[in-house]
Protein backbone atom coordinates (compact mmCIF):
# COMPACT_ATOMS: atom_id res chain seq x y z
CA UNK A 1 0.00 0.00 0.00
CA UNK A 2 1.17 3.88 -0.82
CA UNK A 3 1.66 6.08 1.86
CA UNK A 4 -1.16 8.21 1.00
CA UNK A 5 -3.72 5.20 0.94
CA UNK A 6 -2.61 4.01 4.11
CA UNK A 7 -3.64 7.83 5.49
CA UNK A 8 -6.52 7.71 3.39
CA UNK A 9 -8.96 6.70 6.94
CA UNK A 10 -8.21 9.79 8.45
CA UNK A 11 -9.65 12.18 5.65
CA UNK A 12 -12.59 10.60 5.77
CA UNK A 13 -14.49 12.97 8.23
CA UNK A 14 -12.78 15.78 5.75
CA UNK A 15 -15.31 14.37 2.74
CA UNK A 16 -18.75 15.50 2.20
CA UNK A 17 -20.41 12.28 0.43
CA UNK A 18 -23.02 13.84 -1.21
CA UNK A 19 -20.32 17.18 -2.62
CA UNK A 20 -17.87 14.28 -4.09
CA UNK A 21 -20.67 12.19 -5.51
CA UNK A 22 -22.05 15.59 -7.16
CA UNK A 23 -18.06 16.03 -8.22
CA UNK A 24 -17.34 12.93 -9.83
CA UNK A 25 -20.81 13.07 -11.51
CA UNK A 26 -19.21 16.13 -13.47
CA UNK A 27 -16.19 15.14 -13.92
CA UNK A 28 -16.27 11.33 -15.10
CA UNK A 29 -19.04 12.90 -17.61
CA UNK A 30 -18.34 11.96 -20.90
CA UNK A 31 -17.57 15.14 -23.45
CA UNK A 32 -19.20 15.22 -27.05
CA UNK A 33 -16.18 16.50 -28.66
CA UNK A 34 -17.48 16.45 -31.85
CA UNK A 35 -19.53 19.76 -30.81
CA UNK A 36 -16.87 20.66 -28.35
CA UNK A 37 -13.89 22.13 -30.18
CA UNK A 38 -10.25 21.99 -27.95
CA UNK A 39 -6.73 23.62 -28.90
CA UNK A 40 -5.31 20.16 -27.65
CA UNK A 41 -4.86 16.99 -25.53
CA UNK A 42 -3.03 17.53 -22.66
CA UNK A 43 -2.32 13.74 -21.49
CA UNK A 44 -1.40 12.54 -17.75
CA UNK A 45 0.31 9.22 -19.08
CA UNK A 46 0.72 6.30 -16.97
CA UNK A 47 2.71 2.80 -17.36
CA UNK A 48 -0.49 1.34 -16.36
CA UNK A 49 -3.15 0.60 -19.10
CA UNK A 50 -0.75 2.47 -21.70
CA UNK A 51 -2.42 1.34 -24.77
CA UNK A 52 -5.99 1.53 -23.68
CA UNK A 53 -5.09 5.28 -22.68
CA UNK A 54 -3.48 5.86 -25.66
CA UNK A 55 -6.12 4.64 -27.96
CA UNK A 56 -8.32 7.00 -25.99
CA UNK A 57 -5.78 9.79 -26.65
CA UNK A 58 -6.10 9.42 -29.96
CA UNK A 59 -9.63 8.87 -30.00
CA UNK A 60 -10.81 12.32 -28.43
CA UNK A 61 -7.92 14.02 -30.82
CA UNK A 62 -9.35 12.74 -33.92
CA UNK A 63 -13.16 13.64 -32.69
CA UNK A 64 -11.90 16.80 -31.66
CA UNK A 65 -11.84 18.72 -35.02
CA UNK A 66 -9.21 21.59 -34.83
CA UNK A 67 -7.58 20.37 -32.32
CA UNK A 68 -3.90 21.41 -33.14
CA UNK A 69 -2.03 18.83 -30.94
CA UNK A 70 -1.19 16.04 -28.06
CA UNK A 71 1.00 17.30 -25.58
CA UNK A 72 3.04 14.37 -23.18
CA UNK A 73 5.06 14.69 -20.63
CA UNK A 74 8.85 14.71 -22.10
CA UNK A 75 10.21 12.16 -19.87
CA UNK A 76 11.87 9.16 -20.56
CA UNK A 77 9.92 6.59 -18.43
CA UNK A 78 6.41 6.84 -16.85
CA UNK A 79 6.80 5.08 -14.47
CA UNK A 80 9.79 3.35 -12.92
CA UNK A 81 11.11 0.93 -15.67
CA UNK A 82 8.03 1.61 -17.99
CA UNK A 83 7.68 3.38 -21.41
CA UNK A 84 7.40 6.71 -21.67
CA UNK A 85 7.47 9.87 -24.10
CA UNK A 86 9.48 7.92 -27.13
CA UNK A 87 6.95 4.77 -26.76
CA UNK A 88 3.91 7.28 -26.70
CA UNK A 89 4.86 9.31 -30.03
CA UNK A 90 6.11 5.72 -31.69
CA UNK A 91 2.53 4.30 -30.37
CA UNK A 92 0.50 7.46 -32.16
CA UNK A 93 2.24 7.66 -35.32
CA UNK A 94 2.24 4.02 -36.26
CA UNK A 95 -0.72 3.20 -34.79
CA UNK A 96 -3.21 5.60 -34.94
CA UNK A 97 -1.55 8.19 -37.93
CA UNK A 98 -0.87 10.78 -36.19
CA UNK A 99 1.78 13.12 -37.87
CA UNK A 100 4.88 13.78 -35.47
CA UNK A 101 3.67 17.41 -36.39
CA UNK A 102 0.91 17.17 -34.14
CA UNK A 103 2.90 15.21 -31.05
CA UNK A 104 4.46 17.52 -28.70
CA UNK A 105 6.55 17.24 -25.30
CA UNK A 106 7.38 19.07 -22.35
CA UNK A 107 10.16 19.49 -20.18
CA UNK A 108 10.45 16.84 -17.91
CA UNK A 109 7.67 16.38 -15.34
CA UNK A 110 8.64 14.35 -12.08
CA UNK A 111 4.49 14.67 -10.96
CA UNK A 112 1.15 15.83 -12.00
CA UNK A 113 1.49 19.30 -10.39
CA UNK A 114 4.58 20.01 -12.52
CA UNK A 115 2.80 18.71 -15.40
CA UNK A 116 0.00 21.05 -14.66
CA UNK A 117 2.52 23.66 -15.11
CA UNK A 118 4.00 22.47 -18.30
CA UNK A 119 0.84 22.20 -19.80
CA UNK A 120 -0.87 25.43 -18.85
CA UNK A 121 2.90 27.32 -19.81
CA UNK A 122 2.09 26.06 -22.99
CA UNK A 123 -1.55 26.88 -23.33
CA UNK A 124 -0.75 30.56 -22.68
CA UNK A 125 2.27 30.77 -25.17
CA UNK A 126 -0.13 28.99 -27.90
CA UNK A 127 -3.33 31.01 -26.66
CA UNK A 128 -5.09 27.81 -26.24
CA UNK A 129 -8.77 28.56 -25.41
CA UNK A 130 -10.30 24.85 -24.37
CA UNK A 131 -8.20 21.50 -24.26
CA UNK A 132 -9.07 18.53 -23.00
CA UNK A 133 -7.04 16.47 -19.97
CA UNK A 134 -6.72 12.88 -20.71
CA UNK A 135 -6.06 10.14 -18.12
CA UNK A 136 -6.50 7.10 -16.35
CA UNK A 137 -10.22 7.18 -14.27
CA UNK A 138 -8.60 6.74 -10.86
CA UNK A 139 -6.56 9.90 -11.62
CA UNK A 140 -8.82 12.07 -13.31
CA UNK A 141 -10.31 13.64 -10.86
CA UNK A 142 -6.71 14.97 -8.81
CA UNK A 143 -5.60 15.45 -12.67
CA UNK A 144 -8.26 17.93 -13.15
CA UNK A 145 -8.09 19.83 -9.75
CA UNK A 146 -4.50 20.25 -10.15
CA UNK A 147 -4.84 22.08 -13.88
CA UNK A 148 -7.52 24.17 -12.85
CA UNK A 149 -5.75 25.55 -9.62
CA UNK A 150 -2.80 26.29 -11.46
CA UNK A 151 -4.86 28.06 -14.55
CA UNK A 152 -6.52 30.26 -11.54
CA UNK A 153 -2.92 30.87 -9.81
CA UNK A 154 -2.57 32.52 -13.84
CA UNK A 155 -5.91 33.81 -13.79
CA UNK A 156 -5.68 32.09 -17.24
CA UNK A 157 -9.23 31.30 -18.85
CA UNK A 158 -8.77 28.01 -20.38
CA UNK A 159 -11.48 25.54 -20.84
CA UNK A 160 -10.84 22.09 -19.21
CA UNK A 161 -12.56 19.29 -20.61
CA UNK A 162 -11.84 16.06 -18.61
CA UNK A 163 -11.45 13.06 -20.28
CA UNK A 164 -11.06 9.22 -19.39
CA UNK A 165 -12.22 5.72 -20.93
CA UNK A 166 -13.94 2.81 -19.07
CA UNK A 167 -14.06 -1.06 -18.65
CA UNK A 168 -11.26 -1.54 -16.73
CA UNK A 169 -10.74 -3.71 -13.33
CA UNK A 170 -10.86 -2.50 -10.31
CA UNK A 171 -9.44 -5.19 -8.19
CA UNK A 172 -6.56 -6.61 -9.96
CA UNK A 173 -3.63 -5.80 -8.15
CA UNK A 174 -0.88 -3.24 -9.69
CA UNK A 175 2.32 -2.90 -9.16
CA UNK A 176 2.61 1.31 -8.91
CA UNK A 177 5.84 2.61 -9.57
CA UNK A 178 6.23 6.12 -9.41
CA UNK A 179 8.91 8.22 -10.27
CA UNK A 180 8.34 10.14 -7.42
CA UNK A 181 9.74 7.14 -5.32
CA UNK A 182 6.62 5.81 -4.28
CA UNK A 183 6.49 1.57 -5.35
CA UNK A 184 4.50 -1.13 -3.91
CA UNK A 185 1.35 -3.50 -4.74
CA UNK A 186 -2.39 -2.13 -4.65
CA UNK A 187 -5.13 -2.98 -6.68
CA UNK A 188 -6.64 0.11 -8.74
CA UNK A 189 -9.46 0.81 -6.48
CA UNK A 190 -6.95 1.41 -3.84
CA UNK A 191 -5.24 4.27 -5.92
CA UNK A 192 -8.22 5.64 -6.49
CA UNK A 193 -8.77 5.92 -2.79
CA UNK A 194 -5.18 7.27 -2.38
CA UNK A 195 -5.93 9.61 -5.49
CA UNK A 196 -8.87 10.63 -3.13
CA UNK A 197 -6.57 10.94 0.09
CA UNK A 198 -4.35 12.92 -2.11
CA UNK A 199 -6.95 15.39 -2.92
CA UNK A 200 -7.37 16.31 0.38
CA UNK A 201 -3.37 16.32 1.99
CA UNK A 202 -2.47 18.42 -1.19
CA UNK A 203 -4.65 20.95 -0.94
CA UNK A 204 -4.06 21.28 3.07
CA UNK A 205 -0.75 21.51 1.83
CA UNK A 206 -1.32 24.16 -0.36
CA UNK A 207 -3.07 26.14 2.30
CA UNK A 208 -0.81 25.86 4.82
CA UNK A 209 1.23 28.16 2.08
CA UNK A 210 3.95 25.18 0.73
CA UNK A 211 4.13 26.30 -3.06
CA UNK A 212 5.00 23.17 -4.06
CA UNK A 213 1.50 21.93 -3.73
CA UNK A 214 -1.64 23.66 -5.76
CA UNK A 215 -5.15 21.66 -5.94
CA UNK A 216 -8.34 23.11 -6.47
CA UNK A 217 -11.23 21.89 -3.72
CA UNK A 218 -13.85 19.74 -5.01
CA UNK A 219 -16.37 22.68 -4.17
CA UNK A 220 -14.13 24.55 -6.94
CA UNK A 221 -14.44 22.04 -8.81
CA UNK A 222 -18.27 21.54 -9.18
CA UNK A 223 -18.63 25.37 -9.93
CA UNK A 224 -16.25 25.29 -12.64
CA UNK A 225 -17.70 22.53 -14.57
CA UNK A 226 -21.23 23.42 -13.75
CA UNK A 227 -20.68 26.78 -15.88
CA UNK A 228 -19.27 28.92 -13.32
CA UNK A 229 -15.78 29.22 -14.61
CA UNK A 230 -12.49 30.27 -12.48
CA UNK A 231 -12.91 32.04 -9.38
Given at each position: ?????????????????????????????????????????????????????????????????????????????????????????????????????????????????????????????????????????????????????????????????????????????VIHRSIAGEMGPTSRLGRFASECARIIEYRRRMEA???????????????????????
Amino acid sequence: MDNACSKSKNYIKSIDPNEWTRFARLVFKEVDFVHHPIDAVFVHAWGDLRYQLIQHVAKVFRLAHGARCIVLNGLPEYETGLAGYQFWKRAFMTQYLIPETHIRATRFARHTHEEALEFIDIARKEGFRSVAIVTLPFHLPRAFLTSLAVCAQYNYPLQLLPSTFWGINWHEEVIHRSIAGEMGPTSRLGRFASECARIIEYRRRMEAGDSAYAIATVAEGIKYLEGGGLK
